[in-house]
T-cell receptor
Framework: DAKTTQPPSMDCAEGRAANLPCNHS???????VYWYRQIHSQGPQYIIH???NNETNEMASLIITEDRKSSTLILPHATLRDTAVYYC????????????FGGGTRLMVKP | GAVVSQHPSWVICKSGTSVKIECRSL??????MFWYRQFPKQSLMLMAT?????????EQGVEKDKFLINHASLTLSTLTVTSAHPEDSSFYIC?????????????FGPGTRLTVL
């Protein structure tokens, strides 16, 4: 699976949009971009995934660049409960179904 | 949404004893379950992949005789840490993939915090 690069930490003001970047310059054509988050002392929570089109669900939006070498997870109105470590993972469909976690971005939402 | 539970949520044991952790998929059947370990301030590390009815596949560096995995049914996988030592103290997390998942999401359990004294 392709490697991803994320900033180790970010701050965001409560109520503002949180934009979390991820670089995956070696992504191949059959690899999806997945986002999970982990709130302290809990298991990871699935957020969203996409292949090449932008995606939106009730939690977040995923913007993937045209060349697919990077993506941005957007939390439109961050709340204190969004404070967590956010993991960007690139994985081929059915690639053993395992997820390989990198360091992630520790998002701190501040009042 | 799909729910995965783990039991116990935390356990404290003496060095040399064995501890069993259960992972259950509550509202779906999971052909594959994964076991991860997470040390403080570190990311999740995959330990093994467990397929129902067959032997688990362990990642490099994970001792299969120390971390026994049983996936006897489509809704239950167990991880037994045998002869636990303080260095085994960690946060153990399982995840499950639904039998007919579209999109390949994995659903994670809440984790089990193991402390070995």
């Amino acid at each position: 699976d392709a490697k991803t690069t994320q900033p180790p930490s970010m701050d965001c003001a409560e109520g503002r949009a949180a934009n979390l970047p991820c670089n995956h310059s070696t992504i191949s054509g059959n690899e999806y971009v997945y986002w999970y988050r982990q709130i302290h002392s809990q298991g990871p929570q699935y957020i969203i995934h996409g292949l090449k089109n932008n995606e939106t669900n009730e939690m977040a939006s995923l913007i993937i660049t045209e060349d697919r070498k990077s993506s941005t997870l957007i939390l439109p109105h961050a709340t204190l409960r969004d404070t967590a470590v956010y993991y960007c993972i690139v994985r081929a469909h059915n690639a053993g179904n395992m997820l390989t976690f990198g360091g992630g971005t520790r998002l701190m939402v501040k009042p | 949404g799909a729910v995965v539970s783990q039991h116990p949520s935390w356990v404290i044991c003496k060095s040399g004893t064995s501890v069993k952790i259960e992972c259950r998929s509550l509202d779906f059947q999971a052909t594959t379950m994964f076991w991860y370990r997470q040390f403080p301030k570190q990311s999740l590390m995959l330990m093994a992949t467990s397929n129902e009815g067959s032997k688990a596949t362990y990642e490099q560096g994970v001792e299969k005789d120390k971390f026994l995995i049983n996936h006897a049914s489509l809704t239950l996988s167990t991880l037994t840490v045998t002869s636990a030592h303080p260095e085994d103290s960690s946060f153990y997390i399982c995840s499950a993939r639904a039998q007919e998942a579209n999109g390949n999401e994995q659903f994670f359990g809440p984790g089990t915090r193991l402390t070995v004294l």
